[in-house]
């Protein structure tokens, strides 16, 4: 039997990512190998995402080789990869969620400063918005770079702290302090690991269902569907987590104003049904109570 060609980025995320789904197959007996590629997102650090204008910076070279059939599946953070995918390209299976939250990271110099005091980077509009939401004044620095990257600037730079993926921090095995921040809705299918395909090879696509969780699936599709629905193709400050508790699945969301002023929020628990698209249907809510407006006023302003 052929081996299954799983292309990534060649970040060390990426990298241990692919090496995750690697092993999920090879625990269900097939062969893997992996074959990295760069990113045009890792080639252009110099401005945050948002103002390159485009979406899937992270994802369309992987995108391409999986169209030029150089690779069979390619491994994301699922939250990179923008809701609309380009023709036959398809996502075919999400590995179980872990660590969803986001976390505050200090520089020891600002250890007993309050969440107010601190001058913060980061370069995400949904992380500022929410955080701006309770402390208005705080001072914000762009921040771009992988992980490593980032703790790095921390250290040698002139701001108190930044906000990362929990997720990404335990996976690098990062041996930091953090502190959870439970004001903060994750990004959309923040901390699931997804796995992309070709539409028109079934087989493959097959093999990748044994591998495939449905329950996290069930709940970042939620997640996306919302997004798509409130966002109409820009990058907007919105947060969404669905997560299943006992028999129920608890959706909570948020649109946010880039000053973080302007806050619609949602938060439903209710029985899980097929039919019902609960994404689609709380983004309607969210549009109906002002979010209409805002998503208009947020368009004039990035
Ligand atoms: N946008 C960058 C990105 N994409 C995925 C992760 C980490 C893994 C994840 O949260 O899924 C990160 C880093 C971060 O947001 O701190």
Redesign the pocket.
């Given at each position: 039997m052929k081996s299954i060609r799983i292309g990534t980025r060649n970040s060390a995320?990426a990298l241990w990512q692919a090496r995750e789904v690697a092993r999920h197959l090879q625990n269900n007996n097939y062969l893997t190998e992996i074959t990295p590629i760069v990113s045009s997102g890792d080639k252009n650090l110099n401005q945050p995402?948002y103002s390159l204008g485009i979406t899937g910076v992270?994802t369309r070279d992987l995108d391409v080789a999986l169209l030029n059939d150089e690779i069979d599946i390619a491994v994301h953070?699922?939250?990179?990869v923008p809701t609309q995918l380009p023709h036959n390209i398809e996502i075919i299976a999400h590995l179980e969620r872990d660590?969803?939250q986001?976390v505050l990271i200090r520089r020891e110099s600002a250890r007993d400063k309050e969440f107010h005091e601190l001058k913060l980077a980061t370069s995400?509009l949904r992380r500022r918005a929410f955080w701006l939401k309770h402390y208005p004044d705080t001072q914000f620095f762009d921040i771009r770079g992988?992980?490593q990257t980032?703790l790095q600037k921390l250290e040698e730079q002139d701001f108190d702290a930044t906000?990362?993926?929990?997720?990404?921090?335990k996976?690098m095995k990062m041996d930091i302090n953090y502190e959870m921040l439970p004001v903060m809705i994750?990004?959309a299918?923040?901390?699931?690991?997804a796995i992309a395909g070709h539409s028109e090879k079934p087989e493959i696509n097959e093999i990748l269902q044994s591998i495939n969780h449905k329950q996290t699936q069930i709940c970042v599709e939620m997640e996306r569907n919302f997004l798509s629905t409130l966002e109409g193709g820009c990058t907007a400050p919105i947060g969404a987590f669905a997560e299943k508790i006992g028999n129920q699945i608890r959706f909570k969301g948020a649109l946010c104003s880039l000053d973080g002023k302007n806050y619609i929020a949602i938060d439903e628990s209710f029985e899980y049904n097929e039919e019902e698209n609960f994404g689609e249907k709380f983004a309607n809510i969210v549009l109906e109570n002002g979010g209409r407006e805002l998503m208009a006023e947020i368009k004039t302003q990035l």
């Amino acid at each position: 039997m052929k081996s299954i060609r799983i292309g990534t980025r060649n970040s060390a995320l990426a990298l241990w990512q692919a090496r995750e789904v690697a092993r999920h197959l090879q625990n269900n007996n097939y062969l893997t190998e992996i074959t990295p590629i760069v990113s045009s997102g890792d080639k252009n650090l110099n401005q945050p995402l948002y103002s390159l204008g485009i979406t899937g910076v992270f994802t369309r070279d992987l995108d391409v080789a999986l169209l030029n059939d150089e690779i069979d599946i390619a491994v994301h953070s699922l939250k990179d990869v923008p809701t609309q995918l380009p023709h036959n390209i398809e996502i075919i299976a999400h590995l179980e969620r872990d660590f969803p939250q986001d976390v505050l990271i200090r520089r020891e110099s600002a250890r007993d400063k309050e969440f107010h005091e601190l001058k913060l980077a980061t370069s995400s509009l949904r992380r500022r918005a929410f955080w701006l939401k309770h402390y208005p004044d705080t001072q914000f620095f762009d921040i771009r770079g992988n992980i490593q990257t980032r703790l790095q600037k921390l250290e040698e730079q002139d701001f108190d702290a930044t906000i990362l993926s929990l997720a990404g921090i335990k996976r690098m095995k990062m041996d930091i302090n953090y502190e959870m921040l439970p004001v903060m809705i994750p990004a959309a299918s923040q901390g699931v690991i997804a796995i992309a395909g070709h539409s028109e090879k079934p087989e493959i696509n097959e093999i990748l269902q044994s591998i495939n969780h449905k329950q996290t699936q069930i709940c970042v599709e939620m997640e996306r569907n919302f997004l798509s629905t409130l966002e109409g193709g820009c990058t907007a400050p919105i947060g969404a987590f669905a997560e299943k508790i006992g028999n129920q699945i608890r959706f909570k969301g948020a649109l946010c104003s880039l000053d973080g002023k302007n806050y619609i929020a949602i938060d439903e628990s209710f029985e899980y049904n097929e039919e019902e698209n609960f994404g689609e249907k709380f983004a309607n809510i969210v549009l109906e109570n002002g979010g209409r407006e805002l998503m208009a006023e947020i368009k004039t302003q990035l």
